[in-house]
């Protein structure tokens, strides 16, 4: 395995009143690309958002360490300026926020990110052209009444905008016409040759991962990872889904 | 200078209990000193027009401009030049202006009110009235930036005939004491009205506004959206209603405001109203008073935001938005000028940089006319 950058030990956690996680131990090292599969409510996004530090949910124990340092109880803001990145399933709407001014902000408060103008815009040129996004974009509001693809393409641009160490892709997938994922999938690519980072994709459709070399493969049911394996263990659910694994969830949760 | 009191203005068409102390608001004024005997320029068909403002505000304005500027614009023609209002703030100029769109025709108008407020405080003011005639299209940008210390009046009245659309960008960026009115008439059918409203409001400023829409020919459409931030001890006032008037079958109206509050000294007030005299019609206004979202926050937050931080990219959105859509240089100098007092130079000047905007000042615009 190479240089851990993630290592989640035992963590269990969940919202005020419902737990939803359960014992999580999972570790990606520096550059892999994990995969984290599971039926329908299985707790996936939940194990994504808490990783980000999203303060809806309580971690109740466990420890999540990024790049060396213990992140559990550390703010949102704070794991994604360490190189954490979670892009959302359903991108949240920020109505009054120009995009450039959000995408201008979030580069600058970053040391190794902050530009002049000029190489910003050259940077927003290519990426934007690598995703086929007209750079009229940058003029409308964040997300604000844009189709399900445009926004993943968005989140697709602030990844590759912001380079981070691991990035979480929620379900980017979900809801793509055939040409919008290609688009994504050569984001996801584009990422992974320019930034050599970690990626833990969390998905139902196997296609975003043909360009991908999958190191490890999890699954996820009833909130508790129940198997690990290789890119292999993606064709065997791919072909006979989550029956096997269901048992074994309801064994753990018995 | 000798003032008068000017009471009742922004007084919306339907009001609340007095105690509320949100149905007008009282300005103190210079009295108007008279500019002679020259008769108005504006023909007497906008002497009717509402513009928000109120009656005596109106005859302040028109009184201390003296004289009115009116423009035509025939019939299908398009003015790609924007009919520029520039209003110097600290020398207290008052303009009145007339905007007749016939037929078919388009054009922009843009106001940019702006001044520095570091010598005496002065009043300034623009009244702007436009007739939109059947299947014309309006577009209207105001800037108001008047400069701490200053007061500004800005009156704005619209009357939209037969499938013409109207599309209204505001912009009020700063000053001490503003008050801004706005009466669209949508008279003709199928007439559309798109309002967006912004507001950044801090220290001990106010801001008092006052919209009004009425909806009087079938199947009008009208959408305004006001967002907006309040910070320190700044004090807003916004009145928004909606008239679907008797016999506007088939309207919609919509409004909806969102105001992020950023002081533990804000008083802010809403007042959203919507007046129906017809069953076929439909009509909706929400309202989000706070700070942002959980789930905004949460996504900021993942973008490396903190609470302030994002606080902050609300108040440069604002900024930067009103900086985007400026249609020429005068209006545009205006917002970077405020950008700059707000956010600083370096940052001020990132948006119009990076995307490409290039301002200019009225100077500049004079020399090369």
Redesign the interface.
């Known amino acids: 395995m190479a240089d851990q950058l993630l290592s989640i030990s035992g963590l269990s956690a969940g919202t005020e009143d419902k737990p939803i996680l359960h014992d999580i131990n999972l570790s990606v090292g520096a550059g892999e690309t994990h995969v984290l599969m599971g039926p329908n409510g299985a707790g996936k996004s939940t194990l994504g958002?808490v990783i980000?530090?999203?303060?809806?949910y309580q971690v109740t124990s466990g420890s999540i360490v990024f790049d060396g340092q213990d992140v559990t109880a550390q703010?949102?803001?704070r794991r994604?300026?360490a190189g954490i990145?979670?892009s959302?399933q359903a991108?949240?709407e920020?109505?009054?926020?120009?995009l450039?001014?959000?995408l201008?902000?979030?580069c600058?408060?970053?040391p190794e990110l902050k530009t002049s103008?000029?190489k910003?815009?050259e940077r927003?040129a290519r990426i934007s052209d690598q995703l086929d996004l007209d750079e009229s974009f940058?003029?409308r509001e964040l997300n604000v009444g844009f189709s399900g693809g445009e926004k993943k393409k968005i989140e697709m641009l602030?990844l590759l905008l912001?380079r981070p160490k691991l990035a979480i892709l929620d379900e980017t997938d979900s809801g793509l016409d055939v040409d919008a994922l290609a688009v994504v999938s050569r984001g996801i690519e584009a990422y992974r040759a320019d930034c050599d980072g970690a990626l833990l994709v969390i998905t139902h459709n196997t296609r975003i991962l043909e360009r991908l070399s999958v190191d490890h493969a999890h699954v996820m049911v009833k909130g508790r990872l129940v198997a690990e394996g290789p890119a292999s263990l993606i064709d065997e659910i791919d072909a006979q889904g989550f029956g096997r694994f269901e048992g074994a969830g309801e064994k753990a949760e018995a | 200078m000798a003032a008068q009191t000017l009471t009742g203005v922004n007084v919306p068409p339907a009001q609340t209990w007095n105690y509320l102390r949100i149905n007008d608001i009282s300005l103190e004024l210079p009295t108007v000193v008279s500019k002679g005997t020259v008769p108005s320029r504006l023909p007497r068909l906008f002497s009717q027009m509402e513009c928000g403002l109120g009656k005596e505000a109106v005859s302040w304005i028109e009184a201390s401009a003296g004289d009115a500027r009116y423009v035509e614009v025939p019939r299908g023609t398009t003015f790609e030049e924007p009919i520029l209002v520039d209003v110097a703030s600290d020398g207290g100029e008052v303009h009145d202006l007339g905007v007749l769109l016939r037929e078919g025709a388009s054009a922009t108008v843009v106001v940019a009110a702006r001044g520095t407020g570091t010598g005496a405080a002065a009043s300034s003011a623009a009244l702007v009235r436009v007739i939109v005639e059947r299947g014309a299209h309006l577009k209207v940008v105001e800037i108001l930036s008047v400069g701490d210390g200053n007061q500004h009046l800005e009156g704005l009245g619209i009357q939209a005939d037969d499938d013409s659309s109207v599309e209204i960008r505001q912009y009020a960026l700063g000053g001490a004491r503003r008050a801004v009115g706005l009466a669209v008439d949508l008279a003709g059918k199928g007439a559309s009205l798109r309002l967006d409203s912004r507001y950044l409001v801090g220290g001990h400023d106010l801001l008092d506004i006052n919209h009004v829409v009425r909806q009087r020919g079938r199947n009008t459409r009208c959408d305004i959206v006001t967002q907006g931030l309040l910070e320190d001890a700044a004090h807003k006032t916004l009145r928004e209603t909606i008239d679907l008037v008797h016999g506007a079958k088939g309207a919609k109206g919509n409004e909806v405001e969102t105001v992020l509050v950023a002081g533990d000294e804000v008083v802010n007030k809403t007042l959203p109203v919507i007046l129906c005299d017809e069953d076929d019609v439909a009509g909706n206004h929400g309202a989000s008073i706070g700070s942002v979202s959980p789930e905004q926050l949460a996504y900021l937050a993942g973008r490396g935001l903190s609470e302030d931080e994002a606080t902050k990219l609300f108040a440069r959105a604002i900024l930067d938005d009103a900086a985007i859509h400026a249609p020429e240089g005068v209006s545009l100098a205006c917002a970077l000028e405020r950008a700059e007092q707000v956010l600083g130079a370096e940052i001020a000047h990132d948006a119009a940089d990076t995307l490409g905007l290039e301002p200019t000042n009225s100077e500049d615009e004079e020399a090369s006319a």
């Open positions: 958002h980000m530090g999203d303060a809806s703010a949102a803001d994604s300026l990145f979670l959302y991108p949240v920020v109505p009054g926020v120009p450039y001014s959000f201008r902000t979030i600058q408060m970053r103008a000029r910003f815009r927003i940058l003029t602030q912001l």
